[in-house]
């Protein structure tokens, strides 16, 4: 079974940091690209930060210049360091993946695959 398996949320206070991890976990051939959501109460989920195969980041402009998108290939993880929080901030966080795993004899390509959520609340 492939499962992303995320960890890190929590509650800050304004201007605090945390650090988010995603881990793929299962048998694994290659990971594409990665990426961060979050999903705010009665909001749709939007795009935070991605990472391509190239290691290349891109971000929404709501979080330019205080999150930080990496990955550890070796580890299959992606992470996302947020710095100077706000309580704007404050959603469910998901990670999703574009990769390929295998099946049987067979090798699987899950272009949307996603983690189930971490929680952050980021207090005034």
């Known amino acids: 079974q492939v499962q992303l398996v995320e960890s890190g949320g929590g509650s800050v206070q304004s201007g605090g940091s945390l650090r988010l991890s995603c881990a793929a976990e299962?048998?694994?051939?290659?990971?594409?690209?990665m990426a961060w959501h979050r999903q705010a109460p009665g909001k749709q989920r939007d795009l935070v930060a991605t990472?391509?195969?190239?290691?290349?980041?891109d971000y929404a402009d709501s979080v330019k210049g205080r999150f930080t998108i990496s990955t550890d290939k070796a580890k299959n993880t992606v992470y996302l360091q947020m710095d100077s929080l706000q309580p704007e901030d404050t959603a469910v966080y998901y990670c999703?993946?574009?990769?390929?795993?295998?099946?049987?004899?067979?090798?699987?390509?899950?272009?949307?695959?996603w983690g189930q959520g971490t929680q952050v609340t980021v207090a005034s």
């Open positions: 299962g048998n694994i051939y290659s990971i594409h690209s």
């Open positions: 990472i391509d195969s190239d290691g290349t980041p």
């Open positions: 999703n993946a574009d990769l390929t795993y295998k099946y049987d004899f067979y090798y699987q390509r899950a272009t949307d695959f």
